[in-house]
């Protein structure tokens, strides 16, 4: 399940036994090398499919971790592309991993292949007085298509929470990749909106959800395990570490996009392939910005 790299027994066992902040602080380097992290068949999914709906010029990636979706949002933004997350810890490896492939792509230096690239010690990340518009220029952007490097668009990283974004809507596309487990389903209401606050109108919304495994699989199984796992740690433990993958349904999510004012697409993501029953195993969900949120 994890690599030679990857962390250790005990070291989950610290992990999980902290707040979500905390616990991801102390996860970052060696985070990459868990089945946490998205999957690139995954990510170049998605990106493939944006890219056929964009361009954008200034994408958001909600949650952003150690950036594996800071990379599909520079192929498909002219601009400028911001990552927010709650760990410090999981930024530092995120600009060390987006510095070090910026560095390979201008031929700079010999650095790690990609989910490689060492962290620095500190990070600093404040968020942006101007809702992170203003980030050093990086070159001039070229467009329609994927950012060269040298176009590529500015990066900035900021520490801030996703229930209260720290920016103007200034945003035309938002990802975010394997982060609604760790909010509860009484918080999506109030997630949904924050993205829709940061979304100039006609902005998009766009993240990955997987079909849910059936009960006969052993994938139902282990989903159930870990849930109950959770749910008995955070009964008897203190601080919560909110990690329950099962609550994030497709039917909930698409009725609490509506409701914060968005009009939402699905768009299966063929490379996955289909279930018996003719379904998609994955689709990417796209919640356009369309109007105010609406009365429940």
């Given at each position: ?25 102390l996860l970052a380097p060696k985070f ?35 950036g594996a979706g800071m990379e599909v ?33 201008r031929g700079e230096a010999e650095v ?185």
């Amino acid at each position: 399940m994890f690599t030679p790299q990857g962390p250790t027994l005990r070291e989950l066992a610290v992990q999980a036994l902290s707040s979500v902040e905390h616990g991801y602080d102390l996860l970052a380097p060696k985070f990459d090398h868990t089945p946490f992290r998205t999957p690139d068949s995954i990510l170049d999914a998605v990106a493939m499919a944006l890219d056929r709906i964009g361009p954008f010029d200034r994408g958001l990636d909600l949650c952003c971790g150690t950036g594996a979706g800071m990379e599909v949002l520079r192929e498909l933004c002219r601009e400028s592309v911001t990552g927010v997350d709650i760990s410090a810890g999981m930024l530092a490896v995120g600009r060390g991993r987006v510095d070090a492939t910026r560095a390979r792509e201008r031929g700079e230096a010999e650095v790690p292949g990609r989910g490689e690239a060492k962290a620095p010690e500190r990070v600093e990340a404040e968020a942006p007085e101007n809702g992170g518009a203003n980030a050093p220029e990086r070159g001039e952007a070229k467009a329609p298509g994927r950012a060269l490097p040298d176009g590529a668009p500015r990066v900035a990283w900021v520490r801030g929470d996703a229930r209260a974004l720290p920016f103007a809507p200034v945003f035309d596309l938002v990802v975010s990749f394997g982060a609604f487990g760790h909010f509860l389903p009484r918080e999506l209401p109030g997630l949904f909106a924050e993205v829709h606050s940061v979304l100039r109108p006609g902005g998009r919304f766009a993240f990955p959800i997987m079909a849910p495994p059936r009960p006969s699989s052993p994938g139902y199984w282990a989903l159930l395990a870990f849930d109950l796992v959770m749910r008995v740690r955070n009964a008897v433990w203190r601080p919560p570490f909110v990690m329950y993958y099962r609550a994030f349904r497709l039917d909930d999510v698409r009725r609490e996009l509506m409701r914060a004012g968005f009009e939402v697409e699905l768009h299966a993501l063929p490379e996955f392939g289909r279930r018996p029953d003719d379904s998609p195993r994955c689709r990417m969900v796209v919640a356009t910005r369309v109007s105010g949120p609406t009365s429940a």
